[in-house]
């Protein structure tokens, strides 16, 4: 059982940056994908973005642009910095491990952008 541990959520104005990171408790085999996820009130949750174990990133067109994937393996742990960030982008960020037919989730960290 893998367990995911989320950090850097927080409080941010609008235009702020913030970054998020999550480590898995233990090796990760490849190939996998780790992701981060979003939860607003009343939302269903959706991708904000993905990273496979080879690099290759895959982004909700609302953060394009804005946010950056990206992991490292040998840590087991993935990032998200997220940029001119918007109150639309306050939610509950959930990470993510699918490892062949094995899904992990984080236990969520909230991020709220308001002035």
């Known amino acids: 059982q893998v367990q995911l541990v989320e950090s850097g959520g927080g409080l941010v104005q609008p235009g702020g940056s913030l970054g998020l990171s999550c480590a898995a408790s233990?090796?990760?085999?490849?190939?996998?994908?780790m992701g981060w996820y979003r939860q607003a009130p009343g939302k269903q949750r959706e991708l904000v973005a993905t990273i496979r174990s080879g690099g290759r990133t895959n982004y909700a067109d609302s953060v394009k642009g804005r946010f950056t994937i990206s992991r490292d393996n040998a840590k087991n742990t993935v990032y998200l910095q997220m940029n001119s960030l918007k109150p639309e982008d306050t939610a509950v960020y959930y990470c993510?491990?699918?490892?062949?037919?094995?899904?992990?989730w984080g236990q969520g960290t909230q991020v709220t952008v308001s002035s």
């Open positions: 993510n491990l699918l490892q062949l037919t094995y899904e992990y």
């Open positions: 233990k090796s990760i085999f490849s190939p996998n994908t």
